[in-house]
């Protein structure tokens, strides 16, 4: 009798994800440990920007028990300005090349440039997070020729101006239109459903009530039959629910991850590797789980 066939198309029948050759396991929650290489990055100031300083950082991440570090040398925080490709290349390439050596997990690349990913793939990163799930020319078929996996993420307007007047009408029911276009538009330029991860864009052009709505109803992201990443740390939404500054929003940050992570999160995004660690390895224990099912992930008995 021949071994039953894995099932494709659904995070948690694929568990692992291929990162450029370093494996990414989905079927417990990822950390995925924010390294800043801007130097006016909206919660470390910078404080990164020197190589040596970021790879530190990077290797400190890891140690805490990071599963993947994610790279970006542009910052796209509300009212940030753009950089062009070659200022991105100078701060982010050395950086990834020395970590894809050094450490054991993923590199991955928060940028929308094609130059820039194309850049980072060769300097070995394994995955591609672009805040513009492609939409920039030439982006899609950069992805398919890297044949990397790629973070799809919604937003509505630019860095510059998205928080200026964020309006719609249904923002779960949007949101998931978006995405379901981006991942049909990847599908279309040939890059495979499997590699394929998507993020409601915590921040991106939304107000605190629709920030907290997405979290709420974070579930429904389930129908899209990709993992969903979700980046709350330390953002303006937990500002204005507690009235703190960005340096004193660890507690709240921790509370967030662990949030969505029992929302079906497969992915969560943060600053503080090790506080979160801890707390979602206590939830498991009491879950006796390593992983939440989102309500439309299903595929016991396959
Ligand atoms: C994110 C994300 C990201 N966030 C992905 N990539 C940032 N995939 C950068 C605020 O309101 O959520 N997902 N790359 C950082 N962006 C922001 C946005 C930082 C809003 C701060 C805020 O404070």
Request: some cysteine; proline content about 6%; aromatic content about 2%.
């Amino acid at each position: 009798m021949t071994a039953p066939e894995v099932t494709q198309g659904n995070a948690d029948c694929r568990p692992v994800l291929d990162c450029g050759g370093k494996p990414l396991d989905l079927g417990r929650v990822t950390l995925m440990g924010i390294l800043n290489v801007t130097p006016d990055s909206f919660s470390d100031g910078g404080a990164f920007s020197v190589p040596e300083r970021a790879v530190e950082h990077a290797l400190a991440m890891v140690e805490e028990g990071a599963d993947i570090i994610d790279v970006g040398g542009e910052s796209t925080r509300p009212g940030a300005q753009a950089v062009t490709a070659a200022e991105e290349i100078r701060r982010v390439i050395p950086v990834i090349r020395v970590l894809a050596q050094a450490i054991p997990v993923p590199v991955s690349v928060d940028t929308s440039k094609p130059e820039v990913m194309r850049a980072a793939a060769d300097a070995g990163a394994g995955m591609i997070n672009d805040v513009m799930a492609l939409r920039t020319a030439g982006a899609l078929e950069t992805v398919r020729e890297l044949g990397l996996p790629v973070c799809l993420m919604h937003m509505q307007g630019e860095p510059r101006s998205m928080q200026r007047n964020p309006t719609y009408r249904d923002v779960v029911g949007e949101i998931l239109a978006f995405l379901r276009e981006r991942i049909d538009a990847c599908v279309a330029a040939g890059i495979p459903r499997d590699r394929l991860i998507v993020d409601p864009g915590f921040g991106f052009g939304k107000t605190v009530e629709h920030n907290l709505e997405l979290l709420r109803r974070l579930p429904e992201f389930g129908t899209l039959q990709a993992p969903v990443l979700v980046g709350l740390s330390r953002k303006s939404l937990i500002g204005a629910v507690l009235g703190l500054p960005v340096g004193e929003r660890l507690h709240a940050s921790v509370a967030l991850a662990l949030c969505a992570a029992q929302q079906g999160a497969a992915i969560v995004r943060v600053h503080d590797v090790r506080p979160t660690r801890e707390a979602l390895r206590m939830a498991e224990a009491v879950a006796g789980r390593r992983r939440w099912r989102s309500a439309t992930m299903d595929c016991e008995g396959q």
